[in-house]
């Protein structure tokens, strides 16, 4: 199957940042034709592609998501598009929640007319289990209800209804992709797995907020998969599918699972200011990944503890990356 990506053109938007990286040097590894979107900044940053062993056979591209004509430029003679970019700090959109609205639901917009305009084959969109708030119902399907518990996710969902009705209203070539909680190498420290590492690395003492939240966490070359099926299989159009591990983990069981790994015995401290709101914390996600299973014949090949292993390893060689006194939202 991922044969069929050798000489296509593909555009990912978000490619500097954390999965999208990963999946602009994979698709790099499989002899595309890469176009990377990056956010435009004054030091000429790509991000992770600065230091990608990969670079000088990528087309970077600077622009920013919530300018048309930037995405539009970017998008001239592609077959493919990944759209990634997104604000994704769950804290942070409660101090700047129109910021987000822009950014996730005006900038797939953008994404969606410009592929409209220019006859794009395939608009893989990314969502995340965020969408679905609290499980309801476990394991969680993509018939799930959707709530909105953070300025966040009410954004990512209406960037998901935008992609659904553009794809109902004009028949474009949609898939909307369900990441759960992707973790890996090169994550930020607003994450939950390198704060844990950082901090064990750091000393004994693991400053967290809400420790009996659950999450189904996956590691981040099993999402990679995922986004590369769904852009080859045609009956993916149309459909949202979960990518997701099917096994789920508190995050104090989380602390107490990493501490272990590392050999690091360890205290685990709740903090005020690391909490959500009450009625914000999503309390419980678990995936149900059956359709990726069976419409893309994805399961997730690297698990949760060899994908931790993984992940410690590269936070040790990158320690200078994360300040583990500060609490990054």
């Given at each position: 199957?991922?044969?069929?990506?050798?000489?296509?053109?593909?555009?990912?938007?978000?490619?500097?940042?954390?999965?999208?990286?990963?999946?602009?040097?994979?698709?790099?590894?499989?002899?595309?034709?890469?176009?990377?979107?990056?956010?435009?900044?004054?030091l000429g940053s790509a991000g992770w592609l600065d230091a990608s062993p990969w670079r000088d056979k990528i087309e970077v591209v600077a622009g920013d998501i919530r300018d048309r004509d930037s995405v539009k430029t970017a998008m001239q003679g592609v077959e493919v598009v990944f759209h990634l970019a997104a604000l994704i700090a769950i804290p942070y959109s409660y101090?700047?929640?129109?910021?987000?609205?822009?950014?996730?639901?005006?900038?797939?917009?953008?994404?969606?007319?410009?592929?409209?305009?220019?006859?794009?084959?395939?608009?893989?969109?990314?969502?995340?289990?965020?969408?679905?708030?609290?499980?309801?119902?476990?394991?969680?399907?993509e018939a799930h209800p959707l709530q909105g518990q953070s300025p966040y996710s009410a954004s990512k969902i209406g960037a998901d209804k935008?992609?659904?009705?553009?794809?109902?209203?004009?028949?474009?070539?949609?898939?909307?992709?369900?990441?759960?909680?992707?973790?890996?190498?090169?994550?930020?420290?607003?994450?939950v797995i390198p704060t844990i590492i950082a901090q064990c690395l750091n000393g004994r003492t693991v400053?967290?907020?809400?420790?009996?939240?659950?999450?189904?966490?996956?590691?981040v070359s099993n999402t990679v998969d995922g986004f590369l099926r769904a852009a080859l299989v045609p009956a993916a159009i149309g459909r949202t599918i979960n990518l997701g591990s099917g096994r789920e983990i508190s995050i104090g069981d989380l602390a107490a699972l990493i501490g272990r790994l590392m050999d690091s015995p360890i205290s685990v401290v709740s903090e005020d200011?690391?909490?959500?709101?009450?009625?914000?914390?999503?309390?419980?996600?678990?995936?149900?990944?059956a359709l990726a299973a069976s419409l893309l014949k994805w399961q997730p090949a690297i698990g949760l503890e060899e994908g931790l292993r993984r992940t410690i390893e590269w936070v040790k060689a990158n320690r200078e990356k994360y300040r583990p006194d500060t609490y990054t939202i």
């Open positions: 199957m991922m044969k069929d990506f050798v000489g296509k053109t593909v555009l990912i938007t978000g490619a500097g940042g954390f999965i999208g990286s990963h999946l602009t040097e994979r698709l790099t590894e499989l002899n595309a034709r890469v176009r990377a979107m990056v956010h435009y900044n004054a101090r700047a929640p129109d910021s987000y609205v822009r950014t996730n639901v005006g900038g797939t917009l953008n994404v969606l007319q410009s592929a409209r305009e220019l006859g794009v084959k395939r608009i893989v969109h990314t969502s995340t289990s965020e969408v679905y708030g609290t499980a309801r119902l476990v394991p969680i399907d935008m992609a659904e009705a553009f794809h109902l209203s004009f028949g474009l070539p949609v898939v909307t992709v369900r990441p759960f909680n992707t973790f890996g190498p090169r994550q930020s420290a607003r994450a400053r967290l907020g809400s420790l009996h939240p659950t999450r189904d966490l996956n590691y200011e690391r909490i959500r709101p009450e009625n914000s914390e999503v309390e419980r996600l678990l995936a149900d990944n």
